[in-house]
């Protein structure tokens, strides 16, 4: 053999070599065709939620099944299975906003136009927005349209309180810029860059690694795993993070809810009037949430919504909530808007007297039995006397052999006591105003279920009004005060809060609810009792 036919065959065995590492080098590409289609999860008449579970700088995702990626254009950019997911976001740009002064909410149009014409004859400009949806289920229409009445628009937050209307009841938001940013997937050793979005559906939930979730009334701030039903997406957020949207059914989201509400230890009539409660309010405030008017989501995860805990594996919350499947609270035709809390102390509260909105079926009752009585505590004296006697009501739990409810009993009556210099520092980081050494506290206006409305506080250096049921429970402690509902008194250096209950107190008292389901009352005689004047339907 000469040595051109040696170098022949050398040459073929590097062409060979060559070959095969090239082929070593595509095993790591996906191939999309050997994974099924995700399946539907929603059914023909489902109704789907977008729930906000908060921003972050970065993120980890853990699959435990087939799962699929997409750009904001549908294109498919991945396909896996059982693969970790790490995101953060870069060149992020924050958005940028006009802002409008909230000055009323109306159920027709015309209702809200006629409204605006007197404000514009004062000199304001006014407009009208719709806000809520239209849901079509198995060819009925549940129509959950309102029109907010605007004045405005105003290019930064500080103009808009000095020239917009006294009588303003809030702030509307929206987006004027969007936000814009570039979102780094990595999976395994292959590297992504996203522009806003991304949307992962998934056969199995996903694992939302380490997830931080703030407690809103100690401040303190929890880490561990969520698990997400499967159709999650990451966007660019308003502050330039990453924000984490769920999309799920709605009965998938009522379980998430019950868990995050309502322990499972709860008698079973109480678990299904919390459920009921947790549908309705969903589709009543969905897209109408006046802190959220920029946001591209219906609901926050949050107690400013609904406490939502993700993916729900007890038994009995699903049992709970397939029992009361697609059960909802209406009034006039449209689903109620409902609202509840851990413990009224008592005396509920009407939604007039905490948010200036008023509806029939939140009044604030004496939570004794199940009737109804609308009492009036609108006095110092009144309300005294009331948290002082202790009385026997729904939520005095402290005889009821319940573990649950004996954590709650703690908060049907409860007291706090804080320093001068302590409560000057709160209420510094509350009001953004330094009153100076504190020389009084008193509540200066209540509502009728005893609640604080207006707190005066006097200083060395000013006096200080605070209103609103939360921003007074914030600012009159190192922690939020349990509720609204309570006197102080001054003891030399030392102010010292009694009060009664826990939570905002409109609408359905939860461990009320739970003493009513324990006495044998149904969770149809429950929402009668907490929401008067309402009527239940099944939609599905």
């Not at 009543?284 to 949050?302: F, I, Q, R, V």
Request: glycine share 8%.
């Amino acid at each position: 053999m000469n040595w051109k036919n040696n170098l022949f065959f050398i040459l073929l065995a590097l062409i060979f070599l060559s070959l095969q590492c090239a082929r070593r080098k595509v095993v790591r590409v996906p191939e999309v065709e050997k994974f099924e289609l995700p399946p539907v999860v929603q059914r023909p008449w489902g109704i789907r939620i977008r729930v906000g579970l908060g921003e972050f700088k970065k993120m980890q995702i853990q699959s435990v099944d087939s799962f699929w990626i997409y750009d904001k254009k549908g294109n498919l950019i991945w396909s896996g299975l059982g693969d970790k997911l790490s995101f953060n976001i870069k060149e992020a740009r924050k958005a940028s906003y006009l802002y409008y002064a909230f000055l009323g909410e109306y159920p027709t149009y015309s209702e809200a136009l006629q409204a605006g014409s007197s404000w514009e004859d004062w000199g304001y400009r006014t407009r009208v927005t719709e806000k809520g949806k239209i849901f079509k289920i198995q060819g009925r229409i549940i129509d959950t349209r309102s029109y907010y009445l605007l004045e405005g628009p105003y290019f930064d937050i500080e103009t808009l309180n000095k020239e917009s209307p006294l009588e303003r009841k809030g702030t509307y938001r929206e987006l004027r810029i969007p936000p814009s940013g570039l979102i780094e997937l990595k999976i395994n050793d292959r590297k992504f860059q996203l522009k806003d979005f991304l949307r992962i559906d998934s056969k199995r939930p996903l694992i939302i690694k380490n997830f931080v979730s703030p407690n809103h009334y100690t401040g303190n701030v929890t880490k561990k795993n969520l698990i997400l039903p499967p159709v999650i997406e990451i966007r660019t957020s308003n502050d330039g993070n990453l924000l984490l949207i769920d999309e799920l059914d709605l009965e998938l989201y009522v379980e998430g809810v019950l868990k995050g509400e309502m322990p499972a230890s709860f008698p079973l009539e109480a678990l299904k009037a919390q459920a009921i409660a947790a549908r309705t309010h969903a589709l009543a405030t969905c897209g109408k949430k006046l802190s959220l008017s920029s946001e591209p989501y219906d609901l926050s995860a949050d107690i400013f919504s609904q406490a939502f805990m993700g993916y729900n594996t007890d038994t009995k919350i699903k049992k709970v909530v397939q029992e009361t499947e697609g059960i909802i609270l209406f009034y006039n035709s449209k689903p109620a808007r409902i609202f509840f809390h851990s413990v009224c102390g008592g005396i509920t509260a009407s939604s007039e007297e905490i948010w200036g909105e008023k509806f029939p079926y939140l009044k604030n009752i004496l939570d004794r039995g199940v009737k109804s009585v609308v009492v009036s505590l609108g006095t110092e004296d009144a309300v005294r006397k009331f948290i002082n006697m202790k009385p026997d009501m729904n939520c005095n739990v402290s005889g009821i052999e319940n573990h649950s409810l004996k954590y709650y009993s703690k908060y049907f009556r409860w007291q706090r006591s804080i320093s001068a210099s302590k409560l000057r520092e709160s209420i510094k980081q509350e009001i953004g105003e330094d009153p100076g050494y504190i020389l009084d506290v008193k509540v200066v206006r209540r509502g009728k279920s005893g609640r604080a409305l207006t707190v005066l506080v006097k200083g060395t250096r000013r006096s200080i009004f605070i209103e609103g049921d939360f921003r007074i429970r914030k600012a009159l402690g190192d922690r939020p005060l349990p509720s609204s509902l309570f006197y102080i008194l001054h003891r030399g250096n030392q102010f010292i809060i009694r009060g009664a209950g826990f939570g905002h107190g409109v609408g359905m008292c939860q461990v009320g609810a739970a003493s009513l389901a324990i006495q044998g009352k149904t969770y149809r005689e429950i929402l009668e009792h907490y929401f008067p004047g309402t009527y239940l339907e099944k939609i599905y």
